[in-house]
């Protein structure tokens, strides 16, 4: 979905995200044993919106999980994510053209852990709009 790759670009992009994940952003599950922090975003919908005499728009929501090992290390990068994220709209581009991206709102968020894999997960939901 271009939705996925303009959140992948837009994360991957911006420095104070890859100084900490490197190139660990994935759509939808992280690779196994992949080293701590990284990310995993994930299109929970994906809704068209045609407007009348206008360019048509899809409206997206993603989840945006920070994985790491320590609950301030998952909570950092959620503040950089927010920040590469929220209130943004930029033109990406990617293999087969250009995404545009209208707005993106940053809807929620709550942290979790796994006692058994000993992580915490910053989980922030987003809305979208990208124009097609």
């Given at each position: 979905?271009?939705?996925?790759?303009?959140?992948?670009?837009?994360?991957?992009?911006?420095?104070?995200?890859?100084d900490?994940?490197?190139?660990?952003?994935?759509?939808?599950?992280?690779?196994?044993?992949?080293?701590?922090?990284?990310?995993?975003?994930?299109?929970?919908?994906?809704?068209?919106?045609?407007?009348?005499?206008g360019?048509?728009?899809?409206?997206?929501?993603?989840?945006?999980?920070?994985?790491?090992?320590?609950?301030?290390?998952?909570?950092?990068?959620?503040?950089k994510?927010?920040?590469?994220?929220?209130?943004?709209?930029?033109?990406?581009?990617?293999?087969?053209?250009?995404?545009?991206?209208?707005?993106?709102?940053y809807?929620?968020?709550?942290?979790?852990?796994?006692?058994?894999?000993?992580t915490?997960?910053?989980?922030?939901?987003?809305?979208?709009?990208i124009?097609?």
């Amino acid at each position: 979905m271009k939705v996925g790759l303009a959140c992948y670009k837009l994360l991957s992009e911006r420095a104070a995200v890859s100084d900490l994940v490197d190139t660990r952003i994935y759509p939808e599950l992280a690779a196994e044993g992949a080293q701590m922090p990284y990310i995993v975003y994930s299109v929970v919908s994906n809704s068209p919106s045609d407007t009348k005499g206008g360019t048509p728009i899809d409206e997206a929501e993603l989840e945006v999980f920070s994985v790491a090992r320590s609950y301030s290390a998952a909570n950092d990068l959620a503040d950089k994510v927010r920040a590469a994220l929220d209130r943004q709209n930029a033109t990406v581009s990617v293999a087969d053209g250009d995404i545009t991206v209208q707005s993106i709102q940053y809807t929620n968020e709550v942290t979790e852990v796994s006692e058994d894999r000993k992580t915490y997960v910053s989980v922030q939901d987003y809305t979208f709009r990208i124009t097609r």
